[in-house]
């Protein structure tokens, strides 16, 4: 472990404390004013995250840049931030996505501006929180603090159903993350009854603790604190079937809600798979590894089916992320170095390519006010730099060599075969599956006959929203090109936990 100062609470806490508080400070309506802040705030802490990978330690696999503070000691809870390359690789995608965020909802929110900044902002430090979270108990203060602005940001400048979805999604991740807390107090009451005989939720005081098994499910607690644990994490990713919450909360959601929610929080899901239940619980993880695998395969399938039969651009991209989640947990189940590497490659991958797609389809329907395929047609014709943009998001979501999706589904496919090979098999057929859907919303809204009058008109990508495409773009094609920079960050930590 390396100490660096406040690095990571500069970063985790800018955007809730130092944002929030200027934001506060501004007028009720001055809303360019609120947007600006949140604009500088996500650029600030970009900038504190491309600092932590300038000095990043590569060779490191434990956590760097500490920082521990005593909290509620009689309890064992304790503030302890630390970055290993698993979570540094998240924490920049998070703080790229975020100004991207910022600018996709410059025009498109006009009401209650400032509460919605105020909501990304309070969002932003839960997710990096809770990536860099090393106490059990504070990752889940992380964990709920994400919960109420995401309601509100679906709730109040969603769509038609935004109540209905705002309040499932709710009812959805609720439902996990209480089961959760009790999870996790069974661990840190388990540390209390070890020799150390004091309660503590420390990742690494909990990590050296020998979970018991058992016959059967109801008597084995370590099968029992895992399912608890995935449970959680699972209707997070979304696992199949517990995907129901995730299209509703799509389609309602703003542009930028479903750009956080895609690029982000579902990452957290299998995040928590990596960072929690297979080091935590490696019995209950090798016990439960067909399911898992068995449902990230129905997932990659029945998740592309479900793409290919939508009508609404967006609910097809919703749907798909219901699909590409599934290789995303078929590459950590496949339980070797090279799978998992392409598991949070893939995170970050589809990150990207998800976020773009929602902001695309948020640029659509600003000018047309509807998302249905009949309404479209010809667009190559009058939004040149749209279609670019578009193609170049598609191809990569589809894994075209040479873009960042077919690194993560190569690395995922090649390590899974060892231990999965039927899985990666039927699996396979997801991809093509994948190409069907993609390529059909292309062939429909780009080179179809131009028959609708209201689209001969529309506006090509204005400067804002080539500004917020650019950077997804380039990194779509920086990943595919050379995805060894970004690999090697987490390399040293996923071998350390895989043992490879």
């Given amino acids: 472990m390396r100490l660096s100062g406040m690095l990571l609470s500069a970063l985790v806490l800018t955007p809730g404390t130092v944002g929030l508080v200027l934001l506060l400070l501004t007028p009720r309506n001055a809303k360019s004013l609120h947007r600006w802040v949140g604009m500088l705030t996500s650029l600030a802490t970009l900038g504190l995250a491309l600092l932590a990978w300038s000095r990043f330690d590569i060779s490191d696999p434990g956590f760097q840049f500490v920082e521990v503070r005593t909290w509620l000691p009689s309890l064992g809870i304790s503030y302890r931030l630390g970055m290993d390359g698993i979570a540094l690789v998240l924490v920049l995608l998070t703080a790229l996505l975020q100004p991207v965020v910022m ?103 909990i990590a050296k603790l020998t979970i018991p098994g058992g016959a059967g499910f109801w008597h084995n607690p370590q099968l029992l604190a895992f399912s608890v644990f995935a449970l959680a994490f699972a209707i997070k990713v979304p696992v199949w079937p517990l995907h129901t919450w995730l299209p509703d909360a799509h389609v309602e959601a703003p542009t930028g809600g479903s750009i956080i929610l895609a690029g982000v929080l579902l990452k957290l899901g299998t995040f928590g798979f990596l960072r929690y239940c297979r080091p935590l619980f490696p019995e209950a993880w090798q016990a439960a590894t067909p399911l898992f695998v068995t449902l990230a395969v129905i997932a990659i399938i029945v998740g592309a089916l479900v793409a290919y039969a939508q009508k609404d651009i967006k609910k097809l991209v919703a749907y798909s992320s219901v699909s590409h989640m599934g290789f995303v947990m078929l590459g950590l189940f496949g339980g070797t170095v090279t799978s998992t590497q392409g598991a949070l490659l893939q995170m970050v991958n589809h990150g990207l390519s998800s976020g773009a797609l929602f902001l695309l389809v948020g640029v659509i329907y600003d ?25 170049i998001t598609t191809l990569s979501s589809i894994g075209l060599p040479g873009l960042n999706g077919f690194v993560g589904e190569l690395l995922i496919f090649l390590g899974s075969f060892k231990t999965q090979p039927v899985a990666v098999i039927i699996a396979a057929t997801g991809v093509v599956l994948g190409a ?51 690999l090697s960050l987490s390399e040293a930590a996923i071998r350390r936990l895989i043992g490879g």
Wanted: proline fraction near 4%; hydrophobic fraction near 55%; charge should be neutral.
């Fill in 103 to 205: 600018l996709s909802s410059w025009k498109q929110i006009d009401d209650k501006v400032k509460g919605y900044v105020a909501s990304m902002l309070i969002l932003e430090t839960g997710m990096l929180g809770a990536f860099l979270a090393t106490d059990l108990f504070l990752f889940y203060v992380f964990w709920e603090l994400m919960l109420l602005p995401m309601y509100f940001i679906i709730g109040v400048w969603g769509g038609e159903r935004r109540v209905y979805a705002a309040v499932k999604f709710v009812i959805f991740t609720l439902a996990g993350s209480l089961l959760m807390l009790v999870g996790i107090l069974y661990l840190g009451s388990l540390h209390k009854a070890s020799p150390a005989g004091v309660w503590s939720f420390a990742f690494e005081d």
């Fill in 436 to 486: 069907v859907y993609m390529l059909t919303v292309v062939q429909r809204v780009f080179w179809n006959p131009l028959v609708h009058e209201a689209n001969r008109g529309l506006e090509d990508l204005t400067w804002r929203e080539v500004t917020a495409f650019a950077p997804l773009g380039l990194a779509m094609i920086w990943i595919g090109v050379y995805p060894l920079p970004l």
């Fill in 367 to 391: 000018r047309r006010h509807t998302r249905l395929f009949e309404d479209f047609g010809g667009l190559a014709k009058v939004m040149p730099l749209y279609t670019a943009a578009f193609m």
